[in-house]
């Protein structure tokens, strides 16, 4: 007789009554955007770093009001990449 084997995938019930449901978080469409321009401007922050940033702490935590920096630094120093990213955060 064969055996089963053992690493088999779990079947929904063992992920629980919550899984594949719609997210419960009630956000403003305002409040969606900031967040989303928050994660934008920590990815530039992130990826220009070097050439746009480097007299700011690498370890920065950027908020909402970081946000003008960030496109400051990007429209001086980041070249058409940058320019273009910065336009993306003011929208």
Known sequence: ???APTHM???RSEFGP????KSRRHLSSEDARNMVRVREARRAFAKFYA???WYLRQDMHLTLADIPEIVR???QN???QGFLLAAKLCR
């Open 18 to 21: 919550s899984e594949g449901r």
């Open 73 to 75: 630094g990007l429209r």
């Open 51 to 53: 050439p746009c940033f």
């Open 78 to 80: 980041g070249g058409r």
């Open 9 to 11: 995938s779990p079947s």
């Open 1 to 3: 007789m064969e055996k």
